[in-house]
């Protein structure tokens, strides 16, 4: 059963972001936990590690680390900010907020973080390049076996205006389907 829930995730996820140019699989950038995590969420990782979605903009944070830094960036995630891998990479995720993004969505999302579920706000956000761009942001916490808290992942999609209501239309409302209870 779950590897037909994961086909199906994949295939609507391709269809909603089909790839600019075809990459195979083993020349997409792909996440390696270093921590054991639980199999619901190790199909979440095999779905955005799969041939077509290497486009999604995705990153993963370590909780452990001081900070909670990004540990991974998906190529989609580095396409759609306009940073490369290793300026992503050891940072936390404000680093992309500026004057435009509102603290009440901040905010809900470091109450997710310290509550350890998942959540989703509507974002202005800003690329390497200056220019703001409007993402609905999920976040959600990744275990392992026994339930402990190992990782956050973070998946943008690009929505064309802020506000609430956008959640069935992206892909990543699809992610969030099934969340930790």
């Not at 001081?66 to 759609?80: K, T």
């Not at 936390?92 to 579920?117: P, S, W, Y």
């Not at 808290?149 to 506000?163: H, R």
Request: aromatic fraction near 8%.
């Amino acid at each position: 059963m779950a590897s037909s829930i994961a086909t199906v995730l994949s295939e609507i996820i391709g269809a909603i972001f089909p790839p600019n140019e075809p990459l195979t699989k083993h020349n997409a950038r792909q996440f390696e936990p270093s921590k054991e995590i639980c199999e619901k969420d190790e199909i979440l990782i095999a779905m955005l590690n799969s041939e077509s979605h290497e486009h999604v903009p995705y990153c993963v944070c370590d909780p452990d680390k001081m900070d909670m830094p990004i540990i991974f960036s998906s190529d989609g995630f580095c396409e759609f900010t306009g940073y490369t891998h290793h300026e992503i990479e050891g940072r936390n995720c404000r680093f992309l907020q500026g004057e435009g993004t509102q603290q009440a969505q901040v905010d809900k999302i470091r109450k997710a973080i310290k509550d350890q579920v998942s959540t989703c706000v509507n974002l202005l956000n800003y690329r390497k390049d200056g220019s703001s761009f409007v993402n609905e942001f999920f976040l959600s916490p990744l275990r392992d076996s026994n339930n402990k808290v190992i990782y956050f992942i973070g998946v943008q999609c690009p929505v064309d205006k802020l506000g609430p209501g956008q959640m069935p239309s992206n892909v990543g409302w699809v992610y969030t389907q099934g969340s930790h209870e």
